[in-house]
């Protein structure tokens, strides 16, 4: 898979540590988004693709979500053997 498993490349940071910050993303997620779900076509600034509305950064969010959590479940695979449904 490149050079990128080498030594040198690994983060250091323990999973724990990781997992926990990753909770913590989600809920400030959440916190965000209670406050601007309430009107989907409400329009928010966004430094990528200019002006938006909250339907299309949610949307966005949920994609790049997904296309993590499948490179995570191919990486699972790997090492265990284990096909997800």
Known sequence: MGSC?????????????????????????????????????????????????VRFVLAHVIEEYARHVGRADLLREAIDGAAGE
């Open 5 to 53: 498993f080498a030594a040198r490349c690994r983060d250091p940071t323990p999973a724990a540590e990781v997992y926990r910050d990753y909770l913590e993303a989600c809920e400030e997620s959440r916190r965000v988004f209670a406050k601007v779900t309430e009107d989907f076509s409400r329009t928010v600034p966004n430094p990528e693709f200019g002006d938006t509305d």
